[in-house]
């Protein structure tokens, strides 16, 4: 599977960005796929995760009520909506995906990597 991340750019604090990671190889449909965050000198951490369906979501507590993940299997992308932005959200945002159907939160039980948008929060 390869997955390329687009819609990051520069906002304004309280405004909105729309993630898009479109997936490329077969079976789009049967992985969990999540979203993560990287901040310059800081470890890259969990922001959100959905299960193969779309019927189960996970979502760190630094974006919940905020953020929201979602998946179109037919166009093969997963999308996460920010909504509420602040600064501390400023990052690379990456885009990844699981085989097993377990929704997880760390990093390394995830398979495949994007490259990564960059998301700047101005205040």
């Known amino acids: 599977v390869q997955l390329e991340e687009s819609g990051g750019g520069l906002v304004q604090a309280g405004g909105s960005l729309r993630l898009s990671c479109a997936a490329s190889?077969?079976?789009?449909?049967?992985?969990?796929m999540g979203w993560f965050r990287q901040a310059p000198g800081k470890e890259r951490e969990f922001v959100a995760a959905?299960?193969?369906?779309?019927?189960?979501?996970l979502y760190a507590d630094s974006v919940k009520g905020r953020f929201t993940i979602s998946r179109d299997n037919a166009k093969n992308t997963v999308y996460l909506q920010m909504n509420s932005l602040n600064p501390e959200d400023t990052a690379v945002y990456y885009c990844?995906?699981?085989?097993?159907?377990?929704?997880?939160?760390?990093?390394?039980?995830?398979?495949?990597w994007g490259q990564g948008t960059q998301v700047t929060v101005s205040s």
């Open positions: 990844a995906a699981r085989s097993s159907p377990v929704l997880v939160a760390r990093p390394r039980d995830y398979e495949y």
């Open positions: 190889g077969r079976a789009f449909s049967s992985y969990v």
């Open positions: 959905i299960s193969w369906s779309g019927g189960y979501t």
